[in-house]
């Protein structure tokens, strides 16, 4: 039998090249995407422990199934593309006039915004990643800290930051959290991910009235809005004068089990206008057009399904189950005497270990009960001493988790 001949690493420096130079902003990426990351541990750990029952509470994938008045929407879809009269090719790249006028009834009545500002993608990150087009490389950001790693990661290939600075953990030109006059472009989330906090309207006030004395815009991420019990806002728009200021980009998939189908949307007011005048919406359309050739029409027949009164309360009940989850996470780590946010008006809940680094305490949960956490200095410097705890889970594995959290920080 013929060994198998490995390339020693010298070999490998001397493998054929292409003359492309790599993406020096992408060089720029320090240690990869968080979620990969994570991965590459949970693959790690279940190679070490082969008969281990890993539980996932880690990078807040979905569990439970799609109500079926929404799959069988899909399903209905998918069945007329073969025939002549169901067929259909390339839609409109802003979505279907019907979803987008769903869309704007369901979760923008009465706050003026209208079926043509609403442009439907798949999914919100898609569209973090078109918005950063929109707006080049010579514009620069603010963030929340922690945060969802998307919106750094993308200023930093778009090449709006410096480069990573290894002792602070941030990267130049990227303000964390502190909003300063400098800043063009704040992504705002609300529920937050990772913290599971939600913004007050007094909050939000204050901070759509910074941007306006600013000239700044506001990216509002609204993808958990459906999980507040609060009475905070659902939507920036319900701030007065926002939509002179903010762009609010959403989500189906942490509604309706949509991570994997793929369907969310991005409203762009017509009011919101570049220092020069012009609309962002016309240049939003120009990327969209440019970039993407619409959400997949059975996604969207099942965005339709979605929005339909029966679709609604289908929705309801999965977020119910998530809601639900937290709270049992919450009351797990508070009866551990640990300081525990997040978890009433989000999927996330964001458990404080003072003194401690957020990956070490990763590691030590991971090792002791094989369940999958998250840092949170993953999510950015502020999230250092953190560590989040997903309610994407069946049932009995957030049961299962918990009793193992309690096995190893019962004293
Ligand atoms: C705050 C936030 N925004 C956007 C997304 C991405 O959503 P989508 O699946 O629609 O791309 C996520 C997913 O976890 C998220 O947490």
């Known amino acids: 039998m013929l060994p198998i001949l490995l390339p020693t690493p010298q070999e490998e420096n001397t493998a054929y090249k292409t003359q492309v130079s790599r993406n020096a902003n992408i060089a720029k990426l320090e240690a990869g995407y968080l979620f990969p990351e994570i991965a590459r541990r949970r693959a790690e750990h279940s190679q070490k422990y082969p008969d281990a029952q890993v539980i996932s509470l880690g990078t807040g994938n979905t569990t439970e199934p799609i109500p079926e008045v929404i799959t069988s929407a899909m399903a209905k879809k998918a069945h007329a593309l073969s025939t002549l009269e169901g067929y259909s090719g390339y839609g409109a790249e802003q979505g279907e006039k019907l979803l987008r006028a769903s869309i704007a009834s369901t979760f923008y009545d009465n706050l003026g915004i209208v079926e043509d500002e609403i442009f439907v993608s798949d999914g919100a990150k898609c569209d973090i990643s078109r918005l950063q087009v929109v707006f080049g490389s010579n514009v620069t950001m603010a963030v929340q800290d922690p945060s969802y790693p998307a919106y750094v990661d993308l200023s ?123 609309p962002v919406a016309k240049d939003f359309n120009r990327i969209v057009c440019t970039c993407f050739n619409g959400a997949s029409n059975i996604s969207q027949a099942g965005g339709l399904a979605c929005l339909a009164p029966t679709g609604l309360k289908a929705m309801r009940e999965v977020i119910g189950y998530y809601k639900k989850n937290a709270e049992i996470i919450v009351e797990t780590f508070e009866s551990l005497g640990f300081k525990v946010y997040g978890g009433k008006n989000a999927p996330f809940v964001w458990v404080h270990f003072p003194g401690r680094s957020s990956w070490d305490v990763f590691s030590e949960i991971l090792e002791k009960t094989h369940v999958v956490t998250m840092p949170g200095s993953g999510f950015g410097p502020g999230g250092e001493g953190f560590v989040r705890v997903s309610a994407f889970g069946h049932r009995k594995n957030v049961l299962e988790a918990c009793e193992r959290f309690k096995q190893l920080y019962n004293i």
């Open 156 to 278: 930093v290939i778009m090449g709006q930051t410096g480069q990573y600075q290894k002792d602070v953990e941030k990267f130049r030109n990227i303000e964390y959290m502190r909003c300063t006059p400098e800043n063009d472009i704040i992504f705002f989330c609300s529920p937050n991910n990772p913290t599971g906090s939600a913004a007050t309207r007094e909050q939000l006030t204050q901070l759509v009235q910074f941007a306006k004395e600013n000239g700044s815009i506001i990216v509002y991420d609204s993808a958990y809005a459906m999980y507040m019990s609060d009475d905070n806002p659902r939507s920036i728009f319900e701030i007065p004068g926002a939509k002179e200021i903010a762009i609010e980009t959403s989500s189906f998939s942490k509604y309706a089990g949509f991570t994997g189908v793929r369907l969310g949307w991005t409203v762009v007011p017509k009011q919101l206008l570049f220092s020069d005048g012009f």
